[in-house]
């Protein structure tokens, strides 16, 4: 399709547009840390991991440095007032950038250097000669410590090593996949981002068993990989990390995306930032087929159905969950049209009411044993009874 003059000059005043606030926005985070260190309130650097990952062989490890990581808040009793700080903290970083972080995994160690928005990323070898486990432990250390801290900041993530036999991955999104956000509803979404915590936040029914299910392939051990990909930013990692745990729900990298004015960040990037991470995960683990889960709210669908497109034989199926069931609505018919783009190259997508519907599939295709079935179709029914009784007065 031809480029009209028009849409040409709208791009270039776009893209110069991003430059310019980018650009402001590193001159007013470099002026800030200015006014921090001259009157003695620059803070001490401390380090925020984020879950890491291993293929056959590299361990993925990132993070961030700060000096007001989030603190550990009280789910049982903090008030909508103490949530709302608790999200401000999180929105309001002081992030620290280069600082040199040194990381360990099983004898393997590497450094890397914080950006300017405090972010580290390194690679390390994985070890060939030990025994593995789905999950280990990967530690940091920071080399050259901000200010004059006498012990400089050490911390520990969780590493989910791939095992050789697994038989699929899960790439899941999170918005209202299995947290409900309202994220088709602006006041409802903030209501829950701002006021709500980890425990206040609900999950979609049946949807900790159905996950659990699929990483353990129906043995006790786990063995397939979960990756959760969400358009929140990396500031709500520590609250979906925890709503991951206080549910029940498998644990697995987390991955987001950053705040800021940069043109692959958060102001320009839109949901499209999922593919792009679908693309990372089947490109690093290129022997194993994925299964995506997402939401008819958003641009799930889409982005899942242009995977699809381009990886034919590596994605084997998706299943987009239906955010209301029980009306035919716009998104419907917009998942409908996706669902025919993806099996003209050979991918099932799914649009489903609940977990159970997906397990019948999933059951059906062989992904899933038929004993899974009962145990999903319970938890689902106890998930229902708990959110009515929440509901009641």
């Known amino acids: 399709m031809a480029t009209t003059p028009g849409s040409a000059w709208q791009r270039e005043l776009k893209s ?38 291993a293929s056959t062989d590299t361990v993925y490890l990132h993070g961030r440095v700060l000096t007001n990581p989030p603190i550990d808040p009280d789910y049982h009793r903090d008030q909508w007032w103490e949530n709302l700080s608790h999200t401000v903290q999180r929105f309001a970083t002081n992030e620290v950038p280069g600082v040199e972080i040194e990381a360990c995994f099983n004898g393997r160690h590497g450094t890397a250097v914080s950006d300017d928005e405090g972010y580290f990323h390194l690679t390390l070898p994985r070890p060939q000669d030990g025994d593995d486990v789905f999950w280990d432990f990967a530690s940091f250390r920071i080399l050259n410590p901000a200010g004059a801290a006498r012990q400089p900041s050490r911390a520990t993530c969780g590493v989910m090593t791939v095992p050789d036999d697994a038989a699929f991955g899960v790439l899941s999104d999170v918005d209202d996949t299995i947290l409900h956000t309202g994220a088709t509803d602006i006041a409802t979404m903030a209501k829950l981002t701002f006021f709500g915590n980890a425990r206040t936040r609900a999950p979609l029914h049946g949807v900790a068993e159905l996950y659990e299910r699929l990483q353990n392939g129906g043995v006790e051990c786990p063995a397939n990989p979960i990756f959760y990909v969400s358009s929140s930013p990396w500031n709500l990692y520590d609250l979906l990390e925890d709503f991951l745990e206080l549910n029940a729900i498998p644990r697995g990298p987390l991955l987001l995306r950053d705040l800021g004015f940069d043109e692959n960040k958060f102001l320009k990037s839109g949901h499209d930032h999922k593919l792009d991470k679908a693309r990372r995960l089947i490109n690093t683990f290129d022997h194993l087929p994925f299964l995506l889960f997402g939401d008819s709210g958003q641009e799930d669908a889409r982005l899942y159905a242009a995977a699809a497109s381009e990886f034919p034989d590596r994605i084997a199926g998706i299943f987009i969950r239906d955010i209301n069931p029980d009306v035919v609505s716009d998104h419907n018919e917009k998942v409908d049209r996706y669902v025919r783009q993806a099996a003209e190259v050979g991918v099932p997508m799914y649009l489903v009411g609940d977990s159970v519907e997906a397990a019948e599939i999933a059951i059906e295709h062989g992904w899933l044993p038929r004993s899974s079935l009962a145990p999903i179709a319970q938890a689902t029914r106890r998930d229902v009874k708990r959110s009515a009784g929440a509901m009641q007065p």
């Open 16 to 53: 110069w547009l991003t430059r310019a606030a980018s650009a402001a926005d590193d001159l007013a985070d470099a002026g800030i840390r200015r006014l921090r260190k001259r009157f003695g309130l620059a803070g001490i650097a401390k380090i925020q991991p984020y879950m890491g990952y």
